[in-house]
């Protein structure tokens, strides 16, 4: 059984930085790609930034040049290091890991408060 626990959430000033981790149970090479979506009350689950296998990134509009998606191989985790954050940052954060279905973590919450 496949697990993603995500951590790193928290309470942040605006303008402030949050770095959340998402380590698997196997090796994040047994994935084709992990990225990091959020999600606000009432609103769908949206894509913030994808790492492929191939070490490619993307990431969504609103985040770029503020969030950087990483991964340490070794300890099979994946980073979002966010910075210059804002109030519409405020989301419950999800790990996704994809290979032949999707996994999901349980989501760690990021508050920017104004």
């Known amino acids: 059984q496949v697990q993603l626990v995500e951590s790193g959430g928290g309470l942040v000033q605006a303008g402030g930085s949050l770095t959340l981790s998402c380590a698997a149970s196997?090796?994040?090479?047994?994935?084709?790609?992990m990225g990091w979506y959020r999600q606000t009350p009432g609103n769908q689950r949206e894509s913030v930034a994808v790492?492929?296998?191939?070490?490619?990134?993307s990431y969504a509009s609103a985040v770029k040049g503020r969030f950087t998606v990483s991964r340490d191989n070794a300890k099979n985790t994946v980073y979002l290091q966010m910075n210059s954050l804002k109030p519409e940052d405020t989301a419950v954060y999800y790990c996704?890991?994809?290979?032949?279905?999707?996994?999901w973590g349980q989501g760690t919450q990021v508050t920017v408060s104004a």
């Open positions: 996704k890991a994809k290979n032949i279905r999707d996994y």
């Open positions: 196997i090796s994040i090479y047994s994935f084709s790609h």
């Open positions: 790492i492929t296998y191939g070490g490619t990134t």
